[in-house]
């Protein structure tokens, strides 16, 4: 029954090698998002794709980015991984509108060392 | 962004009922109130949302001021297993897509 999966739980990768994070959903939602939670602090929204259009934060690094080449899959790449960005990552998915809710996937915590 | 202002922590005893606020003054007529809250070492989850009336569903209860001001997330028996950061999120507007989370409260619930 799972809904929004994350793969891998927990990665870690070494500073500044590219690593990906993955995400897939069987909801069929239109709208896909990354967050990134650091340790005590709320989620905070990196990007979002609505179908395949990609809205980026504004205060989102250019070490982030992402791919979305269906509607079930949605990729996080960070290229050159700072012991900054050790955090857990957050997929989401959610229909559009205001009304509708997003529903989170369990996360991947990434280390880097 | 419209804000939203919550307590840092708040604390109940099982089976009691947990009222928790949240202030949005600065709501506009097209924000939605959300409800999500994170269980320790998990993703958010959805609890409740609604627009001018109080809503209720299987988790919860939202009621929301006439002016619309402020919302009280009410959990009518607290369990252990309702422990967790609790946020109020507002969605409308050119956010539409987004939810953009606060600060949150921490709820405790104590045996």
């Known amino acids: 029954d799972a809904m929004v999966i994350q793969n891998p739980r927990y990665q870690v990768t070494q500073f500044g090698k590219p690593v990906t994070l993955s995400c897939s959903q069987t909801?069929?939602?239109?709208?896909m998002y990354w967050y990134q939670q650091k340790s005590s602090q709320a989620p905070k929204l990196l990007f979002h794709?609505?179908?395949?259009?990609?809205?980026n934060e504004a205060d989102t690094p250019d070490n982030f980015q992402s791919r979305r080449p269906n509607t079930s899959f949605c990729f996080l790449d960070i290229r050159s991984p700072g012991l900054g960005d050790a955090a857990m990552y957050l997929c989401?998915?959610?229909?559009?509108?205001?009304?509708?809710?997003?529903?989170f996937g369990p996360g991947t915590r990434l280390t880097v060392t | 962004d419209a804000k939203t202002t919550q307590p840092n922590s708040m604390e109940s005893n099982e089976e009691e009922p947990v009222h928790l606020p949240c202030n949005h003054s600065?709501?506009?007529?097209?924000?939605?109130i959300h409800w999500y809250r994170q269980l320790p070492s998990q993703g958010p989850e959805y609890v409740i949302h609604?627009?001018?009336s109080n809503v209720n569903n299987r988790m919860a209860s939202l009621a929301i001021a006439e002016d619309r001001k402020s919302s009280t997330l009410i959990l009518h028996r607290a369990t252990l297993r309702d422990a967790a950061v609790y946020y109020c999120?507002?969605?409308?507007?050119?956010?539409?897509?987004?939810?953009?989370f606060g600060t949150g409260t921490r709820l405790q619930v104590f045996p």
């Open positions: 989401a998915t959610s229909r559009r509108g205001t009304g509708y809710e997003q529903y």
């Open positions: 909801l069929n939602h239109n709208v």
């Open positions: 794709y609505y179908d395949k259009d990609f809205n």
């Open positions: 600065t709501i506009s007529g097209t924000d939605y």
């Open positions: 609604g627009l001018t």
């Open positions: 999120i507002l969605r409308g507007g050119y956010n539409t897509d987004k939810l953009i």
